[in-house]
């Protein structure tokens, strides 16, 4: 009858609680809410960065096209593009540039193409911006 109590007293003591076992439950799902926290701001800062890269390929398409029609004519362009759900507005602006912006400079004929790239992410209006200067090859 000894044995017996004391094989009893040992898996009695060597077992979990009640409240032990809720703890540890507790513990582990503050640690899961915080990793499924930090999966949500990655998977916004991955949906971000393609947003952007998607405006800044658009904005380099926009001044490849500009610049494949030869020295460009000054004026404005615009329009929308939908890319994946996604509305991106843009608009290219061609501009001469003064020979009082250019300080000591000698340089004649010399256009910029700015380009503007926006969209609405949120209740933000964000946007990406990109230049470049080309000049007349005719002029000596």
């Keep these: 009858m000894e044995n017996k109590r004391a094989t ?8 979990f609680t009640f409240i032990e076992v809720l ?10 809410l915080a ?22 390929l658009l904005a380099n398409e926009k001044i490849a096209e500009t610049l494949a029609l030869g020295y460009p004519e000054e004026g404005t362009k615009s329009g929308t593009v939908e890319m994946n759900a996604l509305d991106l507005h843009w608009q290219t602006q061609v501009s001469d540039i003064k020979p009082h912006q250019l300080g000591e400079l000698d340089i004649k004929g010399l256009r910029r193409i700015f380009v503007d790239i926006s969209w609405e992410q949120g209740i933000r209006l964000k946007h990406i911006q990109m230049s470049t200067y080309v000049a007349d090859r005719k002029l000596p």
């Design 8 to 15: 009893m007293g040992r898996t009695c003591k060597s077992a």
């Design 23 to 32: 703890i540890a439950l507790v513990i582990v799902s503050i640690s899961l």
């Design 35 to 56: 990793l499924i926290r930090l999966h949500l701001i990655s998977i916004n800062m991955t949906d971000t960065a393609q947003i952007k890269s998607q405006a800044v």
